[in-house]
């Protein structure tokens, strides 16, 4: 067999166009990594087909540190054992929004929850 690469790093992005979280593991799905890019911000003022706020639209969004409340719910699916045994290009289940639930450290050292209207208030201040 020849070696065609090596992993240095894995990283999962749990809001769309936050910064990213180093892990020492991933589980990876036909949808790929479990627990990536689950959470977004809508921009109602966004185009039609991508209604998320996004760092090419708000660069700033790129300094925020989202981070998963419980990390140990948000490293595999709520179905493992199960999935485990699925045929390729099945899905497994997704977890609860309580069980993925994130927060967000802000640039100015303060953490909000993801949901919080505070958090909103804070990126509109920016």
Same mark, same amino acid.
């Not at 992005?13 to 979280?21: E, H, L, N, R, T």
């Not at 998963?68 to 609860?96: D, V």
């Given at each position: /067999?020849? &070696?065609?690469?090596?992993? *240095?790093?894995? @990283?999962?992005? #749990?809001?769309?166009? /936050?910064?990213?979280?180093?892990?020492?593991? &991933?589980? %990876?799905? =036909?949808?790929?990594? %479990?627990?990536?890019?689950? @959470?977004?911000?809508?921009?109602?003022?966004?185009?039609?087909? /991508? #209604?998320?706020?996004?760092? $090419?639209? =708000?660069? $700033?969004?790129?300094?925020?540190? #989202?981070? =998963?409340?419980? !990390?140990?719910?948000?490293?595999? !699916?709520?179905?493992? *054992?199960?999935?485990?045994? /699925?045929? !390729?290009? &099945? $899905?497994?289940?997704?977890?609860?929004?309580?069980?993925?639930?994130?927060?967000?450290? *802000?640039?100015?050292?303060?953490? =909000?929850?993801?949901?919080? !209207?505070? %958090?909103?208030?804070?990126?509109? *201040? $920016?």
């Amino acid at each position: /067999m020849t &070696l065609l690469g090596q992993v *240095a790093s894995l @990283w999962r992005y #749990p809001v769309k166009s /936050m910064a990213g979280q180093e892990c020492r593991e &991933l589980y %990876f799905g =036909f949808a790929g990594a %479990f627990g990536d890019r689950c @959470w977004a911000l809508h921009d109602a003022a966004a185009r039609r087909g /991508m #209604p998320y706020l996004t760092a $090419t639209a =708000f660069e $700033t969004l790129l300094c925020y540190q #989202p981070s =998963f409340r419980c !990390p140990e719910r948000a490293a595999l !699916p709520p179905n493992h *054992a199960e999935a485990a045994s /699925m045929a !390729p290009g &099945l $899905t497994p289940a997704n977890a609860s929004a309580e069980e993925l639930a994130v927060d967000v450290l *802000a640039p100015t050292g303060e953490r =909000f929850a993801l949901e919080d !209207p505070r %958090f909103l208030q804070h990126l509109a *201040a $920016t």
